[in-house]
Every structure is written in structure tokens, then in C-alpha cells.
């Protein structure tokens, strides 16, 4: 299994996580940073989400 190492910071708290790569966002931030918050939705419908990726624009 490939591993990925990934800085975040996230509402103002640094946090470094070593995940398998692939691993998603949703998932990092609920198994990983225990930040349960965010939720899976149903997978019926498309939801979008944004994150910041070093001060750019943001992606979808």
C-alpha cells in the first residue's frame, strides 16, 4: 500500500496525516482528525465540497 503524507491546516489548527494514497478528503478529516462534523451524504445526489489548496483558488 502507497502511503501519502499530507500538511492541513483547518480552521486555524496544523495537522499532519499519513494516509494510503487515494484515501479522501471526507474521510482524513473524520477517521483520521476525528473532525466527525462533516458528513457522508446518501451518494444519490451530487454534492459539492471546497477545499484550499496553498492560497489558490479553490477545487471542487
Do not use: D
Not at 50 to 58: D, H, I, L, V
Amino acid at each position: 500500500m502507497i502511503m501519502a503524507s499530507y500538511s492541513l491546516n483547518i480552521n486555524g489548527t496544523s495537522h499532519e496525516v499519513n494516509v494510503a494514497q487515494g484515501t479522501s478528503l471526507l474521510w482524513v478529516l473524520r477517521e483520521h482528525l476525528g473532525l466527525t462534523g462533516t458528513k457522508y451524504s446518501c451518494g444519490k445526489t451530487k454534492v459539492a465540497y471546497s477545499s484550499f489548496s496553498n492560497s489558490k483558488a479553490p477545487f471542487l
